[in-house]
C-alpha cells in the first residue's frame, strides 16, 4: 500500500523525534509469530502474510532494521541509530521458510526466530493441536474439559472459533502435564482427520540461520515459566539451548520468554536462570522500549498493527512513551513475598464446623504470613446463637480475624406479606449491611487490601464489590456447588447469582462439575474459572492404629467398621446406606455402622433404623470432637457416603470428607453424583455406587469387606492421592492464581 508523500515525509519527521539516534536512542524490538497467507476460519485475527508484507515496507521505508544483536549492543552502548528497530519471531512455523524469509531477504532485513524445539520430534506446537482439535470434534456430544458445560453443540463455525479462544486461554496457564493430558483427550474424539500445520524441524532452522537469520531460544515445549518447578524451568531454558547449537553449530545468544509478561509469565528467579545458562541476553513481551539503561534481560517487545502506514506509525510511537514493566532481581522471592494481600470475607468459618469452613481455616493456615486476613461473624446465622469458642480460636489463629456480630441477616421464615420484608429490610438488613461495608472498609484501607475473596455468593458478593468500586480491589469468588445447583433466593440477593458470578475477577470452584455448573447455568466465561480441588489437611488426617480403649468404650472390639461423616441431610445418601446395611448385615452380621454427624434428617433416618430393624448394628453418634472424628476414621474398614443428586438440585460440590478417609488411608465409597466423582477415583482410591440403588450400595460394602487385598490397596492408593492434594497444595495454587491475576491488572 502506497503512502502519499505528505504523509510518509509527516511519518519520517515524527519518528525522527521521538526516536533519535544517540545516548537516549530507544530501541524499538517487534514481535510476529505465525503469518499464514490466509488466517484460518477458527484463528481469524491471525496476521496474514499481505499485511505483513505491508508491515515490512513500512520499516523498510520509514525505520532502520537492525539485527538484534548488534541493535542490542549499540543501545548499550548509546550509539543507537535513530529510528531503530529489530524483528523477532516467536514458536516456529513452517511459514517462516515458506513467505517470512523470503521477503524478508528480499528487502534485505534481518531478523531474530526464536524456536521452541519439540518441534524437531515431530510435535505441533500446542495450540495449533487445539486448532486441529477443534476443527475435528463432533458438532455435538463431545467431552470438553472442566469450565466449559456450557458448550452444547458446535454446530456453528463462530461454536468453534469461540472454543479455540477460550480453550487456548485456559491451557496456557495448565501444567505442562494437565494441558498435554487434555489436548490428548480432544484429539481421541476427532470424527475427521487431524489437520495439523506443515512440519517446521531442525533443517528449517538450519535453512534459516544459512540464511543469515539469528536463532534465539524458547523453551523444549513452550511452558509458561511460573507454572513450572525449578527444575522444569531449567531444563526447557538449557535443553533448549543446547538442541539449537548443537543444530546450527553456533552459540545461541539470546532467549524469549514463553508468552513474556513480567510477573504474570516468569519472575525475577528464571530471570536469573537465563542468565545462569548462559545466554547474554532475553527477551520479554511486555511493551516498550529498549535503551542503554534497560535490563538486557528484560529486552521489552511489542507488536504494530493496521493496514495504513500512519496507523503502523502511531503504533511504533505509542509503544516509545509505554512504561515497561519488570520484574526486579532484588525483589522478594516468590516464595515469601508480600503481593497478595487478601481480605477473605465469611460468615461461615471456625470454630463453626463445616465444609467450607474447613476450607477456609486450612486456606488461611497455609498462606504466607500478613497474606490474608478474615473478616467473619460472632453469631451463626442460622441459630442466631454466639458461636461457641470464637474468641479462643481467634487467639491462637496464626492469620488475623475480624469479626462482626454478623456479615449476613439471621436466617428468618418467609415474610407474610411486603410491608413485613420492608420492615425488615429498613430495620434490619440495611443497617447490618451498613456496618458490615464500613468495617470492611477500614480494613481494606488500613492493610492496603488488594484482592477481596468472597467466601459466600448470594449474601457476600455485594461487599466485594463494594470494596472493588472503592478502592480497586480486584474480586474473586469462592463456589462450592450447592450455591449454584440449588434454587436460592434472599431479600436483597438472592436472585443475583449470575451477575455476581459474570462480574467478578475469578471465580473458584472446588470440583470440575462446579466449573461445569458455572458456565452452563451462570453463564461464567471458562477463562474466568479456576479449579482449586479442595485439599486434605495431612497433618490432622494421618493413618493410625485403632485405639483399643476407644473401640471397647463403644463396643466395636472386633467387628467389621462402616463409617459415615456427614451432615445429615438427604444429598449424602445416609438413608439409603442404612437400608444397604439391612442386606449387608444379613449376609456379614458382625458389621456395624456408625454415622457421625447432626442435622435436621435425623428424625428420619432414626426412623428407618427402626423400620430395618438395625439399632444393634447401626448408631448415630451425632457431632462429635476432633479426637474422636479421627478414632472413628482410623479404626473403620471402609468410609460411606452414597451421595445423590436431589429433585432441586441439590448435591454434593466435592466431597472433602472422602479425601479425609483417604488419608487415613481407607477406602470410600461414594455416589456417582456431583463433584463426588472427582473426589473418588472409582477403582483406585474407593468406588462409585450409584446413591439410589440400595442393592449397589450394598454390593460395594460386600466387596471390600470381603476382600481385604482390594480394601488395603484402594486404601493406600487414597492416601497416596490425599498427600498429593493436601491443604498446603491448594494454598499454594490459590496464592498463584492470586498473584497472576494482580500481575494481569499491572499490565
Known amino acids: 500500500m502506497k503512502t502519499p508523500w505528505f504523509d510518509a515525509a509527516f511519518i519520517r519527521a515524527g519518528l525522527t523525534t ?47 532494521v537492525l539485527p538484534l544483536a548488534e541493535a542490542v549492543q549499540a543501545a548499550q552502548q548509546r550509539k543507537l541509530p535513530r529510528r531503530s528497530v529489530a524483528i523477532t519471531f516467536d514458536d516456529g512455523y513452517a511459514e517462516w521458510r515458506q513467505n517470512v524469509a523470503p521477503a524478508l531477504l528480499k528487502r534485505g532485513l534481518p531478523a531474530t526466530f526464536f524456536v521452541t524445539t519439540e518441534l524437531f ?17 463432533p458438532a455435538v456430544g463431545m467431552q470438553l474439559p472442566t469450565g466449559f458445560g456450557s458448550v452444547a453443540d458446535l454446530c456453528a463455525p463462530q461454536a468453534r472459533m469461540t472454543l479455540v479462544r477460550d480453550l487456548q486461554e485456559r491451557l496456557k496457564y495448565l501444567p505442562l502435564s494437565e494441558r498435554l493430558a487434555t489436548i490428548d483427550m480432544l484429539e481421541a474424539q476427532a470424527c475427521t482427520p487431524l489437520l495439523l500445520p506443515d512440519k517446521f524441524d531442525a533443517d528449517d532452522v538450519r535453512h534459516l540461520h544459512s540464511q543469515g537469520f539469528e536463532i534465539g531460544a524458547h523453551t523444549i515445549r513452550h511452558p509458561i515459566l511460573n507454572e513450572c518447578t525449578d527444575a522444569e524451568a531449567i531444563a526447557e531454558m538449557a535443553g533448549c539451548k543446547a538442541s539449537l547449537e548443537e ?8 532467549f524469549a520468554y514463553p508468552n513474556g509478561r513480567p510477573g504474570l509469565d516468569y519472575q525475577a528467579k528464571h530471570v536469573a536462570m537465563v542468565k545462569a545458562s548462559g545466554y547474554v541476553g532475553a527477551l520479554a513481551s511486555s511493551g516498550g522500549v529498549f535503551t542503554a539503561d534497560s535490563d538486557v534481560f528484560q529486552i521489552p517487545r511489542t507488536t504494530i498493527w493496521g493496514n495504513s502506514h500512519v ?44 465444609g467450607s469452613a474447613v476450607v477456609y481455616h486450612n486456606l488461611c493456615l497455609h498462606m504466607p504470613p500478613g497474606s490474608i486476613r478474615v473478616l467473619t461473624a460472632k453469631e451463626n446465622y442460622l441459630t442466631h446463637q454466639p458461636i461457641n469458642g470464637w474468641q479462643a480460636h481467634d487467639q491462637s489463629a496464626p492469620y488475623p480475624v475480624d469479626r462482626l456480630p454478623l456479615l449476613r441477616p439471621h436466617m428468618l421464615p418467609p415474610p407474610a406479606n411486603i410491608l413485613v420484608s420492608l420492615v425488615r429490610l429498613v430495620t434490619n438488613d440495611i443497617p447490618l449491611y451498613a456496618r458490615s461495608l464500613w468495617t470492611a472498609a477500614r480494613i481494606v484501607r488500613k492493610h492496603h487490601i488488594n484482592l477481596v475473596c468472597v467466601g ?14 472503592l478502592f480497586g480491589c480486584k474480586v474473586v469468588i469462592y463456589v462450592h456447588g450447592e450455591e449454584v445447583t440449588t434454587a436460592t433466593g434472599g431479600r436483597l440477593h438472592g436472585n443475583r447469582r449470575g451477575e455476581h458470578l459474570r462480574r467478578a475477577d475469578k471465580v473458584v470452584a472446588v470440583s470440575s462439575f462446579t466449573c461445569d455448573a458455572l458456565t452452563r447455568d451462570m453463564g461464567v466465561q471458562p477463562t474466568r474459572l479456576a479449579l482449586i480441588q479442595n485439599g486434605v489437611d495431612t497433618d490432622r488426617f494421618t493413618p493410625g492404629v485403632p485405639d483399643p480403649a476407644f473401640l471397647a468404650k463403644h463396643g466395636l472390639t472386633g467387628k467389621k467398621i462402616v463409617v459415615t461423616v456427614g451432615r445429615l441431610v438427604p444429598r449424602k445418601g445416609i438413608d439409603m446406606a442404612i437400608r444397604a446395611m439391612r442386606r449387608v448385615v444379613d449376609e456379614l452380621p458382625n458389621v456395624h455402622h456408625i454415622v457421625v454427624g447432626e442435622g435436621d434428617y435425623r428424625a428420619t433416618l432414626e426412623r428407618i433404623i427402626d423400620e430395618e430393624k438395625l439399632s444393634t448394628h447401626v448408631t448415630l453418634v451425632g457431632k462429635t470432637g476432633d479426637e474422636d472424628l479421627l478414632n472413628y476414621l482410623r479404626c473403620c474398614d471402609v468410609f460411606l457416603m452414597p451421595n445423590r443428586t436431589m429433585p432441586d438440585g441439590d448435591t454434593e460440590g466435592f466431597g472433602l470428607v472422602f479425601r479425609e478417609a483417604n488419608a487415613c488411608a481407607k ?12 473426589a473418588v477415583i472409582d477403582g483406585e482410591s474407593g468406588l462409585l455406587v450409584d446413591g439410589q440403588d440400595v442393592n449397589s450400595i450394598a454390593a460395594a460394602i460386600l466387596q471390600l469387606l470381603r476382600d481385604p487385598d482390594l480394601s488395603h490397596k484402594m486404601g493406600q492408593q487414597g492416601l497416596q492421592l490425599a498427600l498429593a492434594n493436601n491443604t498446603q497444595a491448594v494454598a499454594e495454587r490459590f496464592l498463584k492464581m ?10
Open 18 to 64: 521521538i526516536a533519535p539516534s544517540g545516548a537516549a536512542a530507544p530501541l524499538t524490538v517487534l514481535l510476529f509469530h505465525k503469518v499464514p497467507v490466509q488466517a484460518d476460519a477458527l484463528t481469524p485475527n491471525e496476521l496474514c502474510f499481505a499485511d505483513f508484507e505491508n508491515m515490512l515496507d513500512f520499516l523498510q521505508g520509514n525505520m532502520r
Open 667 to 678: 477406602p470410600v465409597i461414594g455416589g456417582r453424583a456431583g463433584g463426588a466423582v472427582e
Open 247 to 254: 543444530t546450527i553449530g553456533a552459540k545461541v545468544r539470546f
Open 311 to 354: 496507523r503502523m506509525a502511531y503504533h511504533l510511537g505509542r509503544n516509545m512513551f509505554s512504561h515497561q514493566k519488570l520484574v526486579h532481581a532484588d525483589a522478594v522471592p516468590a516464595e515469601t513475598n508480600q503481593d497478595v494481600r487478601c481480605l477473605l470475607i465469611a460468615s461461615t468459618f471456625p470454630p463453626i464446623h463445616g
Open 456 to 469: 459466600e455468593l448470594v449474601t457476600g458478593s455485594w461487599l466485594g464489590f463494594a470494596l472493588k468500586r
Open 121 to 137: 520430534d515431530g510435535v505441533p506446537l500446542w495450540h495449533e493441536r487445539i486448532v486441529a482439535a477443534v476443527r475435528a470434534l
Open 738 to 747: 492470586c498473584r497472576r491475576l494482580l500481575s494481569t491488572s499491572s499490565l
